[in-house]
Every structure is written in structure tokens, then in C-alpha cells.
């Protein structure tokens, strides 16, 4: 298992880090062989309340990219790969990155690989990650490999934050819509409601289906936030299930101009990844079982899969992306013209470059188009609100 350690080395030093053993007593043997002086040795599992709260203790992609970015960049100019880390380690922004780069000094130290060493680390280094390191480590070009690794990985933070950009407006407008529904319902409606009851006039229907809501949620409040968090467990726990998989991850991809927009993002990282691994040197079919568990949707991840088992028949690429229609026609064209010319990983790597084109047009479209549909979808809101209130009152004033 692994465990934490705080330790002094000979000069006083006080260093933390990461080191595997069956217990603590093996682990502060290691210590002191090494030359170290335990302090302290507990298990990573043994982190109070910040257990309940993984988050709080995760690996950004971020300093993940620029871990691979330096490394390239100083196994390039020259240096050992223990001399980068060992310079690594001291400039990591993140505590826990820190730790992680300590913990794979001390494995590449004992005589094990860079690739094992990272693999003992899966919440910062993806099986993607590792299958290239060790496909580097092989054919000798590591430097090269962590250098295209790090391209790729900066293109996919790249494109996160073109889609989220693209998504936080509408998002703000939408809660923001919803928190003032809620204050009015709950703070505002219930005055009015007793006002037009000591006044004793017939409300319009819109009034009526406004006040009868605000009723409703302010006396069973108890009983909606219940269901809500009931049904936000369910839905969780049903997600998780392949059948729930199946259903929501095609859902998804039939919305309109989103469902579009997530393919293209799944065929962008799909072509990217799969190119950067053939490129590598890694074998076609375990590429192909690697890449898809990048996808995050299940009918991908199947054609994928589905798509390695044929080429391990002895179907070309091209071929067995054609007999899923989840692979556009452009695609298995360009599979086959790669696989002609014999730079199947170029060609992978221009299609994903057309993909990521076709994202960011999407994105601007999307963002074009909701704009307006946002502006009418709150006209609409505020005036049905506006008559559910003012129409009694007008009715009253013109009665007088």
C-alpha cells in the first residue's frame, strides 16, 4: 500500500513524499536504508475529513501538462532524467504533484522504469500517458514523445476551455434565472397572495398557478429538497450502471446542435490520441483498447472496442471504422489513405486537427444562437410573472 512520509535527511533536511510498503514498519526500514530519519509514516487513506473530500486533494491537468512540458524540455537540453526531476520537484506549484514527483524519484531510484514508476500514480497520469512513456522507453525518443505528449495534452485543455467558455454564459444567465424565481416565490408571492386575499377579487388563472407554486414550495420545502437530493442519488447511482450508460450517453449525443458539438469533441480527442500512440510505436490494436477509454461515452467506447476486435481479425482500420456509424465517411477515408501511404498517424493527426476546426465553429455558433434564445426564453419568464402580479392589482384599481 502506499504511504506517507515526512523525514529528515543527513544535513536536516526535512523532505515528504510517497513510498509503497506492506506496512509502516517495512516503509520506515526503506526510509533508513536510504539514509533518512522517519518522522512520520501514516497510510494516504488516513486523511480525516479531506477523505470525504477527494477533490480537494486532486491532480489539475494543468500541472500535469506542465510537469510533461518541463521534462521534455530539460531531457532535451541534455540533462539525466533523474537530474529533471530531481530540479522538478522543487518547482511544482502543487503540494500534491510535489509528493507525486518525490514518490517517482524514489521508484526510478530503486532501478524501476519511468513508465512503472507514473503507473503507480493513476489520478495524475492516464493509462493513455503511461502506454506512451513506456512506448518512448522502448524505442528511445522519450524526450520527443513527452514533447508531443505535452502538445497534445495543452490542445486538450485548449479545448475544455473553449467549450466551457462557450457554456458558462448560458449557465450564469439560466441560475441566475432560477435564484430570482426562487426568491420571488418564497419571499415576494406569499405578501402578495395575502394581500389579494384580504382584498377578496377573483385572481386570473397565470396569478393563481403562481401563488398555488408558492404555496406549495414554501409549505413543503422539507419535502421537494428531499425528493431533489433523492433524485439526484438515483439518477447518480442509475448513471453508473451500463444500462443507465446506454440510455443517457445516447441521449446525449441526439441533442440538438449539443449532441453535434460533444461527437465532434469525442472524434477530435479519438484521432489525436489514437495518432499520438501509432506514432509512438505503440501496437494498432492495443492503441485502439487505450484510446477508448478517453471517449466518456459508452456507444464510443463500444465501436471502439468493437473496432480493435476487428483488426485483430485482420480488418484494416478503415474498413472496421466504416462498419460503425458513429465514424463519419471523412474519417474512415482518411484511415485508409494513412494506411495506404503508410502514415496512418499523420493522417490521424490532420483529421483531429479538422475536428478541433469544426468545435470551435460550433462553439461560435452555439454561442451566437443562444443568445437570443436565452434573451426570449427570460422576456417570456419576466412577463408571465409581470401579469401573474399586476393584473390583479390593475383589476382592482380599475374597478374603483
Do not use: C
Not at 520527443?144 to 502538445?151: A, F, G, H, Y
Not at 450564469?172 to 377579487?201: C, D, E, H, K, R
Amino acid at each position: 500500500m502506499k504511504l506517507n512520509y515526512k523525514a529528515a535527511t543527513k544535513d536536516g533536511k526535512i523532505i515528504k513524499g510517497i513510498v509503497e510498503a506492506k506496512d509502516i514498519r517495512e516503509a520506515a526500514i526503506y526510509l533508513r536504508n536510504r539514509g533518512f530519519l522517519p518522522i512520520r509514516i501514516n497510510s494516504r487513506d488516513e486523511k480525516g475529513i479531506l477523505k470525504y473530500f477527494s477533490f480537494l486533494n486532486r491532480v489539475k491537468s494543468s500541472n500535469v501538462v506542465f510537469f510533461t512540458r518541463q521534462l521534455s524540455s530539460m531531457l532535451e537540453s541534455g540533462l539525466t532524467l533523474m537530474q529533471a526531476l530531481n530540479i522538478l520537484k522543487d518547482q511544482m506549484q502543487s503540494q500534491i504533484m510535489t509528493e507525486i514527483v518525490r514518490g517517482v524519484i524514489t521508484e526510478v531510484e530503486d532501478g524501476k522504469s519511468f513508465s512503472i514508476a507514473i503507473s503507480k500514480y493513476p489520478n495524475a497520469f492516464s493509462s493513455v500517458y503511461i502506454s506512451l512513456i513506456k512506448a518512448a522507453e522502448t524505442s528511445g525518443l522519450l524526450d520527443k514523445v513527452l514533447l508531443r505528449l505535452s502538445e497534445n495534452l495543452e490542445k486538450r485543455e485548449k479545448l475544455k476551455g473553449t467549450i466551457k467558455s462557450a457554456l458558462m454564459y448560458p449557465i450564469i444567465i439560466i441560475m441566475g434565472m432560477m435564484g430570482i424565481v426562487v426568491l420571488m416565490m418564497v419571499f415576494v408571492i406569499p405578501q402578495l397572495a395575502v394581500l389579494y386575499t384580504s382584498l377578496n377579487i377573483e385572481l386570473p388563472l397565470p396569478t393563481k398557478i403562481v401563488v398555488g407554486f408558492s404555496g406549495f414550495l414554501t409549505t413543503f420545502w422539507p419535502l421537494v429538497l428531499g425528493f431533489t437530493i433523492l433524485a439526484a442519488f438515483v439518477y447518480r447511482r442509475w448513471h453508473k450502471t451500463e444500462s443507465g450508460q446506454l440510455i443517457i450517453d445516447n441521449a446525449i449525443l441526439k441533442l440538438p446542435i449539443f449532441g453535434k458539438l460533444i461527437s465532434q469533441t469525442i472524434l477530435t480527442e479519438f484521432t489525436r490520441t489514437l495518432g499520438l500512440l501509432i506514432g509512438a510505436g505503440t501496437l494498432v490494436v492495443e492503441s485502439l483498447k487505450e484510446t477508448s477509454d478517453i471517449t466518456g461515452n459508452i456507444h464510443y467506447k463500444n465501436a471502439i472496442v468493437g473496432v480493435s476486435k476487428r483488426v485483430e481479425r485482420g480488418i484494416t482500420i478503415g474498413d472496421a471504422l466504416g462498419s460503425y456509424p458513429l465514424f463519419p465517411p471523412m474519417l474512415t477515408q482518411m484511415v485508409k489513405i494513412g494506411e495506404q501511404t503508410g502514415k496512418l498517424d499523420e493522417s490521424l493527426l490532420r483529421v483531429s486537427e479538422y475536428y478541433e476546426r469544426e468545435v470551435d465553429q460550433t462553439v461560435k455558433n452555439l454561442t451566437t444562437a443562444m443568445e437570443p434564445i436565452i434573451m426570449v426564453m427570460m422576456g417570456i419568464g419576466v412577463a408571465f410573472l409581470i401579469i401573474s402580479v399586476i393584473t390583479p392589482i390593475y383589476k382592482l384599481t380599475s374597478s374603483l
